[in-house]
């Protein structure tokens, strides 16, 4: 009998879809936990925002790297990828969970670029989390036309989740009180 191997994958990537926004939901509504003691947590932004551009440029090499039919580099790259995506999503966590919220401070036209990047970035962070790892199980279990159908929306909305992310770290990056 012939079983689809994406088949094995969806209940866990279904259970991390909804996982990481009722957590992030969730930290929006507790105290802050000294989880990390004395840790000054507003230098995470700046590491998420190094891992943000990261990825970016992962994103971008593995782009290159699939064009020019370097399959292994591609993967690895992806791989990378994925491994600082999750490195950054601990930091995001545990920054969320241990720091006050630092409003927006800018005004005017500024104030209005900056929310509708942050609102586009979040959205897009929530659906990109599954698109990714659809993406990437679908490439790693030689269903390379699967593949290609969804790669072709993932790694865009990808792209501009990641960019976004630098860009709103740079815009709030002033108000943050250390």
């Given at each position: 009998m012939n079983v689809n191997p994406e088949r094995k994958y969806k209940p866990i990537i279904v259970g991390i879809a909804i996982l990481i926004p009722v957590v992030v939901a969730i930290l929006a509504y507790i105290p802050e936990a000294r989880i990390l003691g004395d840790f000054n947590y507003y230098r995470l932004p700046l590491i998420n925002a190094v891992l943000n551009g990261t990825v970016f440029l992962l994103l971008i090499a593995s782009f290159i790297a699939?064009?020019?039919?370097?399959?292994?580099?591609?993967?690895?790259?992806?791989?990378?990828?994925?491994?600082?995506?999750?490195?950054f999503l601990v930091c995001y966590i545990l920054y969320h969970a241990a720091a006050v919220e630092t409003p927006y401070g800018g005004t005017g036209?500024?104030?209005?670029?900056?929310?509708?990047?942050?609102?586009?970035?979040?959205?897009?962070?929530?659906?990109?989390?599954?698109?990714?790892?659809?993406?990437?199980?679908?490439?790693?279990?030689?269903?390379?036309?699967?593949?290609?159908?969804?790669?072709?929306?993932?790694?865009?909305?990808?792209?501009?989740?990641?960019?976004?992310?630098?860009?709103?770290?740079?815009?709030?990056?002033?108000?943050?009180?250390?």
């Open positions: 699939i064009r020019n039919k370097q399959v292994l580099l591609h993967k690895r790259l992806n791989t990378s990828a994925i491994a600082l995506s999750f490195v036209t500024m104030r209005t670029v900056y929310y509708v990047v942050l609102i586009s970035h979040i959205l897009l962070s929530a659906i990109i989390v599954p698109m990714v790892l659809i993406t990437y199980i679908r490439g790693l279990t030689g269903k390379y036309e699967r593949h290609k159908k969804i790669a072709r929306y993932t790694w865009p909305i990808w792209l501009y989740v990641t960019f976004s992310g630098v860009l709103v770290y740079f815009m709030i990056s002033p108000y943050y009180p250390n």
